[in-house]
């Protein structure tokens, strides 16, 4: 096996081993800081890995003076690194019992926003409202950890359980990811969301369609009405409009009992 680059279609350049180690960077057991920013300033798109830093023996007093310094001043450090054969742009700020290195990814590694091309579009006030009214109820002051756990984990290791006692583990058949998303109306969505979707209801009861904040999919077949039986009718309805009524779930009956009779009979010849 050999290493290359392809610089051209089918056209290689080939490094040696002892090659590729002069490239690499030598290690070094120093961090060197070549700036101060304001914490925030780094946007997280640009984190890496994290780790935790310690100070060698002696070196208690100058690592808690830089920590308490960064505190204060509400900036973190920016450095070079130099680990297992390449050079890092980390950024060392205080966490909440020491130091931590965060390893920063470099600008060619993270892509742009704009080459997204997000189409750009104006939000209402009444819009605006109802979305803070929604992040204000399921909003916290803190961020904890042990509230989250990996699903994913838990079923591998109650797999395993399984396995080990004995038991086959029968693979579920893949879910068929959806065509598109469901295009929802935003208020109606906010509204659903806190709580108010009631309030849009009697509209859709006029029109007979599902209210947009309900979940999309297909609407159940109202069932047919046996042939004979007269269809309810509203509590409130005018004397003129229940006598009309009548004469027509007495005009089924007669036609009906014709029908209804030989079947009867067929079925007690069974």
Known sequence: MVKGYEFEADRFVIFEPEELKALQESPSHTIDIVAFVPTPSVDPVFYDKAYFLAPDKRGAKPYNLLMAAMRESGRSALAKWAWKGKQYVVQVRPGEDGLVLQQLLYADEVRSMKELDIEKVQVSDAELKLAMQLIDQI????????????????????????????????????????????????????????????????????????????????????????????????????????????????????????????????????
Do not use: W
Request: aromatic share 2%; charged share 35%; glycine share 6%.
């Open 139 to 270: 909003s916290t002051d803190t961020y904890d950890p042990t509230l989250f756990e990996d699903e994913e984990k838990k079923r591998i290791l109650a797999a395993i359980d399984e396995k080990i006692a004995g038991k086959q583990i029968v693979a579920q058949e893949p879910k068929e990811p959806q065509a598109g998303a469901q295009v929802i109306d935003l208020m109606e969505a906010l509204r659903a969301s806190l709580g108010a979707s009631a309030k849009a209801a009697p509209a859709s009861a006029k029109t007979g369609k599902p209210s947009k904040a309900e979940p999309v999919g297909k609407p159940a077949k109202a069932e047919k009405a046996p042939r004979g039986v007269a269809k309810p009718e509203p509590e409130a309805v005018p004397a003129a409009a229940a006598r009309k009524g009548a004469a027509r779930a007495a005009r089924a009956q007669e036609d009906d009992a014709p029908v209804a009779a030989p079947i009867a009979r067929a079925r007690a010849r069974k």
